[in-house]
Nanobody
Framework: QVRLVESGGDLVQPGGSLNLSCAVSGITFRIYHIGWFRQVPGKAREGASC????????YYSDSVKGRFAISRDNAKNTVYLAMNSLKPEDTAVYYC????????????????RGQGTQVTVSS
């Protein structure tokens, strides 16, 4: 059974940092690309970042580029999202999913995804 479990969400002040984790099980993790998405109720989901299996290919949305960094540890079957210089508009539920890591990863169908972790940026 494929399972993705996110953790690390929290309430943080503007300008602060958070590190999210996505633990994956039930697949041969090292051969899959993984993406991070975020969604605010009533708004379309946004693809924040993705990382290839290698992991030499990464993509970021324009809204997070330069502030977020994605990485993976194949020995731990985990993908990370380091978020810095957080803004109130980064507030959302963040979830990870198995997706092809291409420039259009944000438009992918999400057959396997986690339940998400809440990130709230507020003073």
């Amino acid at each position: 059974q494929v399972r993705l479990v996110e953790s690390g969400g929290d309430l943080v002040q503007p300008g602060g940092s958070l590190n999210l984790s996505c633990a994956v099980s039930g697949i041969t993790f090292r051969i899959y690309h993984i993406g991070w998405f975020r969604q605010v109720p009533g708004k379309a989901r946004e693809g924040a970042s993705c990382i290839s299996s290698s992991p030499d290919i990464v993509y970021y949305s324009d809204s997070v580029k330069g502030r977020f960094a994605i990485s993976r540890d194949n020995a731990k079957n985990t993908v990370y999202l380091a978020m810095n210089s957080l803004k109130p508009e980064d507030t959302a539920v963040y979830y990870c999913a198995i997706v092809p890591c291409t420039a259009r990863f944000g438009d992918s169908d999400l057959s396997y995804r986690g339940q998400g972790t809440q990130v709230t940026v507020s003073s």
